[in-house]
């Protein structure tokens, strides 16, 4: 059964089709969701660095007969408009996007006799691809949500499923980009292109739920790329030497290697890793979906992105040392020795994790290491309190609450920007067109240090090598059995 929401005036969400008593409100201002500088589009509301104060919405108890609503087991959106006639790439509406922080999941009514009224569900196509919600609404998709088209400055998107632990790959073939300028003829279908001063830009990584959506990867700490025009590696807004540049006609494969999944500790209930999940189901266009209030940046994170700014602005004007900038921890140390630990809280790091690239089958070499934790940080016993007593609001109500635990779908997502018209295309696998050794790691490793040579590929004793990574395309059934896991485990503690 569905519990009705009161309209905000600067809500995500448009009102609901089901009428119902009235819900209070309670004006809380939440912290910005995009703490830095975005790329310009003034009529993009994502774009927005710090939002005007929104209400969170408070649920009435009050359920309505939704024994006429169908059980969906399929979303019903989005709906798919052409930018043009005859072009591959669309607008999505009927679609609650991700933005003004907040999150959509789709939703739908659970079998009879449940417990809970609601369960994950799916939407088409059901396979590795660009989330609808997940994504700026200026990056237009294809409908088997692989290709992508940007607009205007550089807007994000990500895929619809994360990587939480394990060794992954993925390809993205740059169909305009590396600067090149739009012509008519180089995608039929598509508007003629206005004339620009700038040509088209990619930038491909890979990055975290708090990785705003309305500017390009690398922007901050929650997220790691590589750039087309340079080949640079960046975040927290610096670029370092890295690689080759790349640009239209190139594939670049991603790869990204986290260690296994820590489990909270039991004996301790405010361990950040546990999974528990704080969503309030809602209806938006006829659909249902639930609704969170999305991760914020922590201060840890900004100051460490201002830090890195303000000493890049006295940083030596010579590059460094590659060998120097293969691990993001050097990023803030460049102001001078012990400025990072002075002034900033050190952040939980993935032991052994990393990121690699390949252009067109060529590795690249590492471009990051230690990655950042994708947990949330440790909550203040205040901020655990202070949450504590605002649960009392009225019996039966139900507020949006901020997650302090890991909801089950944190990690690293395939991150990719675009800028002004550049187009690229996804292919999760199982086939690519530049597949990367069995064992990446090991490649690496014979690569940085001196190692017997290997067996010839004709001595028969040789056992043929192990693949240690797998398809990104297999992550995607895996990711859903999670959340129906943790839907049943919902189910079991109602």
Request: glycine content about 8%; overall charge positive.
């Amino acid at each position: 059964m569905l519990a009705q929401p009161q309209l905000r005036e600067d809500s995500p969400a448009t009102t609901s089709t089901i009428s119902g008593p009235p819900a209070k409100k309670r004006k809380q201002n939440p912290p910005s969701h995009n703490s830095a500088a975005e790329s310009p589009a003034p009529s993009d509301p994502a774009s927005l660095s710090n939002p005007a104060p929104i209400e969170n919405v408070v649920l009435p108890a009050y359920l309505y007969d939704l024994s006429t609503r169908p059980r969906l087991t399929t979303s019903r959106a989005p709906t798919f408009i052409p930018v043009s006639d005859d072009s591959p790439y669309h607008h999505t509406d009927q679609l609650a996007h991700n933005r003004l922080g907040f999150r959509y999941v789709p939703a739908g009514l659970a079998p009879e006799g449940s417990t809970i009224p609601f369960r994950t569900i799916e939407s088409a196509p059901q396979a590795y691809r660009v989330s609808w919600e997940d994504r700026s609404p200026f990056v237009k998709v294809t409908q088997d949500g692989l290709g992508l088209l940007g607009e205007k400055g550089f807007r994000s998107a990500r895929c619809n499923a994360p990587v939480r632990e394990g060794r992954w790959y993925v390809e993205v073939k740059i169909e305009h980009g590396g600067g090149a300028r739009a012509r008519a003829s180089d995608a039929p279908g598509l508007p003629a292109p206005p004339p620009r001063r700038e040509g088209a830009h990619v930038r491909l990584g890979w990055g975290r739920r708090e990785a705003p959506l309305g500017g390009p990867c690398g922007l901050d700490g929650y997220s790691y790329c590589v750039r087309d025009k340079t080949g640079e590696k960046i975040t927290l807004s610096r670029p370092r030497p890295y690689g080759r540049p790349f640009g239209t006609g190139d594939v670049v494969g991603m790869y990204i290697s986290l260690p296994a999944l820590r489990h909270g500790a039991k004996r301790d209930p405010h361990d950040p890793a546990h999974v528990k999940r704080e969503r309030i189901a809602i209806e938006f266009k006829g659909q249902e979906y639930f609704e969170s209030l999305e991760y914020t940046q922590s201060k840890e994170m900004v100051a460490l992105v201002d830090l890195s700014r303000k000493h890049a602005d006295c940083a030596p004007a010579h590059a460094p040392s590659a060998k120097k900038s293969a691990t993001i921890k050097n990023v803030p140390e460049r102001g001078g020795a012990g400025a990072a630990s002075a002034d900033v809280t050190p952040l939980p790091t993935l032991p052994d994790s990393k990121i690699v690239f390949f252009v067109n089958g060529r590795c690249q070499g590492v471009a990051f290491r230690d990655l950042y934790d994708f947990r949330p940080l440790r909550a203040p016993a205040d901020a655990r309190k202070a949450q504590a007593k605002r649960r009392a609001t009225r019996e039966g109500a139900r507020e949006h609450k901020e997650n302090h635990f890991d909801d089950g779908s944190l990690g690293y997502f395939p991150f990719v920007s675009l800028f002004n018209g550049a187009r690229v295309r996804l292919n999760p696998g199982p086939d690519f067109a530049f597949p990367p050794p069995p064992d990446v790691d090991a490649m690496l490793l014979e690569s940085d240090e001196a190692q017997p040579p290997s067996p010839s590929p004709g001595d028969a004793s040789a056992p043929p090598p192990r693949r240690t990574w797998r398809p990104l395309c297999e992550r995607y059934g895996e990711f859903m059995e999670e959340q129906w896991a943790l839907d049943r485990l919902e189910e079991e503690q109602a």
